[in-house]
């Protein structure tokens, strides 16, 4: 016994010691994840489903609800209005010629009598393990050794955000593939690598419109040719499939809808404001410059040299920032910031904060009740840090603008 405690310790202190943020990110996310299986094992199917929205209430009708109002062409602008791009609905709509078309003419309050149509549940499994093996496929491209990678994708994909959104079923999901194919290939030797990365950007874009703040690594690093290109992607990524929903006014509805939408999410951060005296007019009126004010110290501050992952984590910030975007599956945008600082950092200094931030929300298996509060903190902290950051990558940058002299030493 004092053998095995000795071996035990020894290995505990190799792994430590080593700081390595993907191998403790795998021990982390994958302990929690068993200790709510073995809490939802003892505690019974509520315990299982209270990490969910609604308690489970409203399964998989992000997905379900989208493939009916796909399956209308283009009445899904028209008569569901519809906030996906045209590039997923067109792809939604694809699948929907799986469904069975009586559960697609249901009227809209049965929307969740998906489970009553065996056909519906069959092709829902098929299209989920086709992006499930997809995702997988390219987490096992990460250029570690094989233990690792194969630790790290199981990681992920059994963490909370990823397991929320397999119970929502939203085209994220999609968009994350291409999103960490961008990542993956960013700084690849290979011309065609770098171009499939530019391309994977822009479809993630097109699936999802906020993504393409993640573009902003390009300004960054000054490749501004290629930051060009991609914008041209994205513009034809968008306009094309457009033509299969009346032409490209299904962009501006798509537009439209998702306003309105982000509106109605914003009542409670408005009702909680007139409990203090504030109308909503003036709330409304705050929100609005504080996003304006956000966005444009992003888009600024990624002119000035920072580190990659924290130009990736502050995007992300931004994104969860708005209240259509924040949910504790959203939390998943971070996994680009992560997979940089996995290859890029160590666990040492200010890294051990970031990694913290990033990661806790990964573990968070808890009510969903609790969930939205341990998640405004970290964005809030990790906004402070990113801008931080940004702001010290400016003034270093100014500096040696005034003193070229020290830029020509640094070179030599």
Known sequence: MRRFLHRVR???????????????????????????????????????????????????????????????GAGAYTDRYVMYPPMANLLLWLASRLFPQEYLDTPGKYAGTWHYYPGAILAFLCLFAGVFLAFALVLLREPYSRKKRRALTVAVLFSLPFVFLYER??????????????????????????????????????????PAIFGAVLLTDKRYKEAGRCVIYGILLLVLPSFVFGGPVSILWSMKDALSYSGSTSLPFLKALAGYGVTEETATLFLRCFYAFVFLFFAVSSLFPRRRFVTFAFGACCCMMLPSIFSAYNWALFLPALLLFFRQEKLR????????????????????????????????????????????????????????????????
Not at 175 to 194: G, H, M, P, T, W
Not at 350 to 370: D, G, H, R, S
């Open 10 to 72: 020894g290995e505990l202190t190799a792994f430590l010691s080593r700081r390595d943020p993907a191998e403790l990110f795998a021990l982390l996310v994958l302990t929690s994840f068993s200790l709510f299986l073995v809490r939802a094992l003892a505690g019974g199917a509520n315990t299982f489903i209270s990490v969910f929205h609604l308690h489970g209430t409203d399964l998989f009708m992000d997905f379900f609800n989208s493939i009916r109002d796909a399956s209308r």
């Open 169 to 210: 079923g939203n085209t994220v999901f999609l968009a994350l593939i291409f999103l960490v194919i961008f990542v993956q290939n960013y700084d690849s030797e290979s011309k065609v690598a770098r171009e499939a990365g530019l391309l994977s950007l822009a479809f993630a874009a097109s699936l999802k419109l906020y």
């Open 349 to 412: 200094g200010l890294n051990i904060v970031y990694f913290c931030l990033m990661t806790l929300p990964f573990c968070l298996f808890i009510e969903k009740a609790y969930q939205d509060n341990i998640i405004i903190g970290a964005i809030v902290v990790l906004s402070l840090l990113c801008a931080g950051e940004s702001v010290a990558g400016a003034v270093r940058d100014l500096r040696r603008g005034k003193h070229p002299e020290n830029r020509e030493e640094k070179s030599v």
